[in-house]
């Protein structure tokens, strides 16, 4: 893997330097460290002023659940964060139930329980608790986008997992359905050429962005 390709991923995701520090030099279970890795990917999609995940989602989200396994793993692994304080935990009563929420412990967290503790903040119902909205696989969005998932194609698609942004992946695919390009050597090339041009920061009418550096080779491959 490249160093640009290294720091892309980072770029992708802020982590509490002091807080995940701190924490990082204590976790010793393989298990914790993928939740906790996966809180905050999720936390930081997050727009409300406190930002936290109801265990629901933790249970929902896809990726987070092929990596621990099974519901026993998630609720050990959200156990030792919770006990070492990497993680903070408050039950509010929404909808005539109990809601299980998460955050991550750091000042905005702290006052977040603080008020819940208080009866500072409580929830009318439970369409007023923030979730996040249902995020398909990298596998379906390219049979609703592009095509016939194949074996081949499935594996191609994990290996970008591990070298681009899941955001990358989504709008390459995303813009090689738009210019009827439908095949995975074009979304890898739009990826590639993302990752050693750099990609336009300016959206297109809220769409995918459009790579630069249209010309010569490159040009003959984004019009055909």
Not at 106 to 112: C, E, P, Q, T, V
Request: charged share 25%.
């Amino acid at each position: 893997m490249s160093g640009s390709t290294t720091s892309q991923q980072l770029e992708a995701l802020q982590l509490p330097a002091m807080e995940f520090a701190a924490a990082l030099a204590a976790i010793d279970h393989l298990a914790e460290l993928k939740l906790a890795l996966r809180c905050l990917t999720m936390l930081q999609q997050k727009e409300a002023p406190y930002r936290y995940l109801r265990y629901d989602e933790l249970l929902a989200d896809e990726l987070l659940m092929r990596a621990l396994g099974t519901q026993d793993s998630l609720v050990d692994a959200l156990q030792r964060a919770i006990s070492r304080g990497l993680l903070l935990e408050a039950q509010v009563a929404a909808d005539g139930c109990m809601r299980r929420l998460i955050t991550w412990n750091d000042a905005d967290g702290r006052a977040w329980q603080r008020q819940i503790l208080a009866g500072e903040w409580q929830p009318a119902a439970a369409d007023e608790i923030e979730t996040l909205p249902p995020r398909p696989s990298l596998y379906a969005l390219y049979e609703d986008n592009l095509g016939l998932l194949t074996p081949m194609i499935a594996e191609s698609i994990r290996d970008a997992e591990s070298a681009y942004p899941r955001d990358w992946i989504e709008d390459a695919m995303r813009y090689a359905a738009q210019r009827n390009a439908r095949s995975w050597r074009y979304v890898h090339k739009v990826l590639e050429n993302w990752q050693q041009e750099g990609r336009s920061r300016e959206a297109d009418n809220g769409g995918p962005q459009k790579p630069r550096h249209q010309t010569g080779k490159w040009k003959h491959f984004i019009d055909s």
